[in-house]
C-alpha cells in the first residue's frame, strides 16, 4: 500500500495544471465529498477481510457507487481535470477498493457475471479517462486502475476457478487502450510554442501508426526533434511506459487464456493440452501475441498459470 501511495503522488506530479471541467458533466469531487469510511475500506481491502466486514462498508457507500456506475455506463465524461487533485485521486483509489472487496466476495459467492460487471465499470472508466484527460496522471492513473484489476482477477483465477471459468464472456469486452498520441499531443500543447508544436504534431503522428516506440526514438528520426526545447518531451513516453504497456497487454491476454483453459477442464472433465484445444473447444478465439518477442505465446505460460502461487500471480 506504501508503493500505491508513492505511485499516486507520482501521478499527482506528473499532472501539474488543471482544467476546469464542464458544469454540466459528472463531478468525481462530488461524489468524494459523499464518500464514507474511507480507512475501514482501506483495512478491509489489506487484510482481505470477509463478507461480513465488507456489507457495511458497501451499505455505507451504495448511493455513491450507483451514482458512478450509472454515469459510467451512460459513457458520461467526468469533469475534466478533477484527477489532478490529489484528494481526488485518494476518493478514485478507496472506491476502487471497496469494488475490488465486492470483486472478491462475488467470486467467493461463485457470481462470476455480478462480479465481471464490477471489473468491466472499472475497465470501461479506466478506458474514458485515459481519452476525456488525455493527460499523463490520467494514461497512468487508468494503467494503474487496470493494474489492481488484473492482480485481483489472476488471484480469483487461483482461488476460485469455478467461477473464473465462467468469465469468459465479460473478460472478452474488456477494453484497454493506451491513447498515447492524444497525450503527446495534450502534454506538449501545455508547454511548447507553436513552432516546436509542429515537431510535436508530428511525432503525435507517428504514435498512431505505432505506439510501440519511445518518444526518444521517434523524436530521433523527425526533423527538429533535436530542439532543446523538445527534450522534455522524452519523458512523456519512454521506454518504462512502453514495457508497462506490453506488460498490461500481456497480462490480459494470458488471463482470457487462463479462463478458456480452466472453461475447458470444466466442460471436458481434462486439462487442455495445446492452444487449439482452446480454440477448438470456443474458449479462445486466437492464440494470444507476446508483445515483448511479437510472436505467439508459449504453452508453457498458461501451464504456469496453473501452478501459480496465489499470493504470486504467474510471471508475465
Not at 475501514?40 to 461480513?52: C, G, L, M
Not at 459513457?75 to 472487496?101: C, H, P, Y
Not at 526533434?225 to 500481456?250: Q, V
Amino acid at each position: 500500500m506504501v508503493i500505491f501511495k508513492k505511485i499516486l503522488s507520482v501521478l499527482f506530479l506528473l499532472g501539474l495544471g488543471s482544467a476546469a471541467g464542464a458544469a454540466d458533466r459528472p463531478s468525481l469531487k462530488a461524489l468524494s465529498q459523499k464518500f464514507q469510511k474511507g480507512p475501514e475500506i482501506t483495512q478491509a481491502f489489506r487484510d482481505k477481510k470477509n463478507s461480513t466486514v465488507i456489507e457495511p462498508l458497501l451499505t455505507a457507500n451504495q448511493s455513491l457507487m450507483s451514482e458512478f456506475a450509472t454515469s459510467v455506463k451512460a459513457s458520461a465524461a467526468f469533469a475534466r481535470g478533477e484527477i489532478e487533485d490529489e484528494k481526488i485521486l485518494n476518493f478514485v483509489t478507496n472506491l476502487l477498493q471497496l469494488s475490488i472487496l465486492k470483486i472478491r466476495s462475488d467470486f467467493a459467492q461463485n457470481q462470476s457475471a455480478r462480479a465481471g460487471n464490477e471489473v468491466l465499470l472499472w475497465f470501461n472508466f479506466a478506458a474514458d479517462l485515459s481519452y476525456e484527460e488525455s493527460s499523463l496522471v490520467g494514461l497512468r492513473l487508468a494503467s494503474l486502475i487496470r493494474s489492481l484489476l488484473l492482480d485481483e482477477l489472476e488471484l480469483a483465477a487461483h482461488d476460485f476457478p469455478t467461477a473464473m471459468a465462467q468469465s469468459g464472456v465479460w473478460l472478452k469486452s474488456l477494453r484497454a487502450p493506451w491513447p498515447v498520441d492524444r497525450v503527446f499531443l495534450y502534454e506538449s500543447r501545455r508547454v511548447l510554442k507553436p513552432q516546436s508544436l509542429a515537431v510535436a504534431e508530428k511525432v503525435a503522428k507517428a504514435f498512431q501508426k505505432n505506439a510501440y516506440q519511445t518518444a526518444e526514438q521517434i523524436l530521433k528520426k523527425t526533423p527538429g526533434g533535436a530542439g532543446t526545447d523538445l527534450e522534455f518531451l522524452k519523458s512523456i513516453w519512454r521506454e518504462s511506459d512502453l514495457k508497462a504497456m506490453k506488460t498490461e497487454i500481456n497480462r490480459l491476454g494470458l488471463l482470457k487464456a487462463q479462463a478458456a483453459d480452466l472453461q475447458f477442464e470444466v466442460q471436458q472433465k481434462a486439462k487442455a493440452k495445446s492452444w487449439d484445444d482452446l480454440k477448438k473447444s470456443g474458449g479462445l478465439e486466437s492464440t494470444p501475441i507476446d508483445y515483448f518477442t511479437g510472436r505467439a505465446m508459449e504453452w508453457s505460460q498458461v501451464l504456469a498459470t496453473r501452478t501459480a502461487s496465489p499470493s504470486e500471480p504467474a510471471k508475465h
